[in-house]
């Protein structure tokens, strides 16, 4: 009776266990933070001025706060309210971590040194893109693994720290697939299309609402297939690679933020398998 009860135990908890993004709490990444068992109602969470992201796994409330780049390494806290009003404040400590350097040759000196024309259309734009990433929307998020939103070998990494034309930039908010031109562009998870439209920097792009404070930005696509206010499940093609905007050549760049902070967005994703050996490449020597 008693392993009846176990085998069923763990039957239920493994049919309700949501995975979890990965736990790499450095400048740019995400501390996972277990707060305790199942009340009847979710935990509201903050990190600063910014809601952040709760999900339930094994019937424990998890906090998954994005820590911004900008970060100091150290001791850091989130302030935790409870369904009953009881507050908490949980600490983690922030690592620190060392971002590479690139350096990027653009032909198009405009995209470089923008124009004044050039610098009102880019700071119109940001506004509209900070607003969107500074969004809070309350529902449930029930999927915190994510689905690799193009196909493509990954050719920027996030974090890079950027040099166009020799002369330093902001850092890479994003991760880099390269693709052919037309590729199809997938929802990572289910979401709201909040903003679409042509960035100077970032070309067409779509902006997706994942709830809670969970945001995609895709950049620099040929096509884009939605509209704003539409919703949109995991795996539902939004648009296309291209290059528009600030590229170098065709990719999918995909920004995820949370809590208005800009993460690795490979965090999200299942761990990537290991680069293949010759071993096991099928080997085309000599074509
Ligand atoms: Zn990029």
């Known amino acids: 009776m008693n392993k009846l009860i176990f085998m069923m135990c763990c039957t239920v908890s493994v049919a309700m266990a949501q995975e979890l993004p990965r736990d790499v709490p450095v400048p740019g990444g995400i501390a996972v933070i277990p707060l305790g068992e199942d009340p009847a109602s ?9 809601r952040v992201l709760v999900v339930s796994t094994d019937g424990l409330w998890h906090a998954i706060v994005g820590i911004p780049l900008s970060a100091e390494p150290g001791d850091q806290a989130v302030a935790v309210r409870y369904a009953d009003a009881t507050e908490n404040r949980y600490t983690f400590r922030v690592e620190p971590k060392e971002y590479a ?21 880019i700071e119109r734009e940001n506004k509209r893109m900070r607003a969107v990433f500074a969004h809070y929307d309350a529902r449930a998020v029930d999927q ?13 990494t996030f974090g890079l720290r950027r040099f166009f034309n020799g002369e330093p930039r902001q850092p890479h908010s994003g991760v880099d697939f390269a693709a052919p031109v037309g ?24 902006f997706l609402d994942h709830g809670q404070g969970v945001i995609s930005m895709m950049n620099h696509l040929s096509r884009i297939d939605v509209r704003d206010g539409q ?13 528009t905007g600030r590229a170098t050549g065709p990719h999918l760049h995909w920004t995820l933020s949370l809590n208005n902070a800009r993460v690795d967005p490979l965090l999200f994703l299942p761990p990537m398998p290991e680069p293949a050996t010759p071993d096991t490449t099928p080997m085309q020597m000599g074509e």
């Open 231 to 243: 919703a949109v499940t995991r795996g539902e093609v939004i648009g296309a690679v291209g290059a």
């Open 183 to 206: 590729t199809p562009v997938r929802a990572p998870a289910d979401a709201t299309v909040v903003l679409t439209g042509n960035f100077f920097f970032n070309g067409l792009s779509i």
């Open 144 to 156: 915190a693994i994510f689905e690799q939103p193009a196909d493509g070998e990954i050719s920027g």
């Open 42 to 50: 979710a935990p509201q969470v903050w990190y600063g001025d910014n």
């Open 101 to 121: 350097a690139q350096h990027i040759t653009l032909s198009n000196k405009r995209q470089v040194n923008p124009s004044a024309r050039d610098l009102r259309r």
